[in-house]
């Protein structure tokens, strides 16, 4: 086997191994449980961001 075919074969072992060895690692992962415990007086927030120019005046009348 001559040098650039062997240099050829490590980047293609590199590029599809690497891939292979996370995709591997992270199904024996994703498996294992969480341990997640819900709240239930959980309560989210929400934000509404209103775009304006030049209209500090009238976004808290238009708010309110």
């Not at 040098?3 to 590199?14: C, D, E, M, Q």
């Not at 992270?26 to 030049?54: E, F, G, Q």
Request: aromatic share 10%.
């Amino acid at each position: 086997m001559d040098l650039l075919t062997a240099l050829g074969a490590a980047l293609a072992a590199a590029h599809f191994g690497t891939p292979l060895a996370y995709y591997a690692a992270a199904r024996r992962w994703l498996k294992t449980p969480w341990r997640i415990k819900p709240d239930p007086t959980y309560a989210p927030t929400a934000t509404v961001a209103i775009p304006t120019y030049n209209e500090t005046g009238h976004k808290s009348k238009k708010t309110s």
